[in-house]
C-alpha cells in the first residue's frame, strides 16, 4: 500500500513562472518530510526539508508547505528555470529510520 | 570526498545466480540504505543500518540479506537472483535521527535478471 502519493505523474511549466509540486501521504505518524531532485542515470540529490512541527520551510527559490491536517504537502519553486526540469519525489520519514517514497513527478520547464 | 559509491554499475544475473552489490561512503555516515526502484515508481526501502553491526528490514527486504561490518561499507546480497529483482539498486547514507535525515545517494546499481 502506497503510503506517499504523488498523483501527477508530469508537469510542465514555462520558464520564470511558479512549479507546484504535490504530495499526499497517509500515516499521520509521519514525523520528518523531504524533497529530492533526480536526473536520469544518477541517484537523487537532497532538496529541502520539512518537520510535522513546521508548516513551512524556505530555502532560496524553493518552499515547501506542510499541511498535516490534509496530510498534504507541496513544494514550490520561483522562479522555474530549465535547469530545474527532473522527476521529484517526496519522501515521508517514520522516525527517522525508515523512509517512504512517492512515485515522483517529472517537471519540464520550457525555456 | 568521493561521497556514496556503488559498484558495479550495470550487471545482468541469470535466474538462481547470486551477487553482492557494493556501497561504500566516505562521510562517516551513521545510517546507511539500500533501495530499489522499479520503473514508474518510487523508491522502496530494502534494509537499512543504524550503524555497524546493526541492520533492520524496511519495507522489500525478501530475497536480499545485508551486513555492516564497517561504518563505511554497507554490501547487499542476492542469494537466489529472480526476475522480479530487475530494478535498479541504489545505496544511500545519512548523519541519521538527531542530525540530519537528508540521505546521500550513490549514482545506483542496474540489475537485469533473465
Known amino acids: 500500500d502506497q503510503q506517499v502519493k504523488q498523483n501527477s505523474p508530469s508537469l510542465s511549466v514555462q520558464e520564470g513562472r511558479i512549479s507546484i509540486l504535490n504530495c499526499d501521504y497517509t500515516?499521520?505518524?509521519?514525523?520528518?518530510f523531504l524533497w529530492y531532485k533526480k536526473y536520469p542515470a544518477e541517484g537523487p540529490t537532497f532538496l529541502i526539508s520539512i518537520s510535522s512541527i513546521k508548516d513551512k520551510n524556505e530555502d532560496g527559490r524553493f518552499t515547501v508547505f506542510l499541511n498535516k491536517s490534509a496530510k498534504h504537502l507541496s513544494l514550490h519553486i520561483v522562479p522555474s528555470q530549465p535547469g530545474d526540469s527532473a522527476v521529484y519525489f517526496c519522501?515521508?520519514?517514520?522516525?527517522?529510520?525508515?523512509?517512504?517514497f512517492g512515485t515522483g513527478t517529472s517537471l519540464t520547464v520550457i525555456p | 570526498n568521493a561521497g556514496v559509491t556503488q559498484t558495479p554499475k550495470f550487471r545482468i544475473l541469470k535466474i538462481g545466480q547470486s551477487m553482492t552489490l557494493q556501497c561504500a561512503q566516505d562521510?562517516?555516515?551513521?545510517?546507511m540504505y539500500w533501495y530499489r526502484q522499479d520503473p514508474g515508481m518510487g523508491l522502496k526501502l530494502i534494509y537499512y543500518?543504524?550503524?555497524?553491526?546493526?541492520?533492520d528490514k524496511g519495507e522489500v527486504p525478501n530475497g536480499y540479506n545485508v551486513s555492516r561490518s564497517t561504518t563505511e561499507d554497507f554490501p547487499l546480497r542476492l542469494e537466489l537472483a529472480a526476475p522480479s529483482q530487475t530494478s535498479v539498486y541504489f545505496c544511500?547514507?545519512?548523519?541519521?535521527?538527531?542530525?540530519?535525515?537528508?540521505?546521500?545517494f550513490g549514482p545506483g546499481t542496474r540489475l537485469t535478471v533473465t
Open positions: 519522501a515521508a520519514s517514520l522516525t527517522g529510520n525508515q523512509f517512504y
Open positions: 500515516n499521520s505518524m509521519f514525523d520528518y
Open positions: 543500518s543504524v550503524g555497524a553491526g546493526i541492520t
Open positions: 544511500a547514507s545519512s548523519y541519521g535521527r538527531g542530525f540530519s535525515y537528508e540521505q546521500y
Open positions: 562521510m562517516n555516515h551513521n545510517y
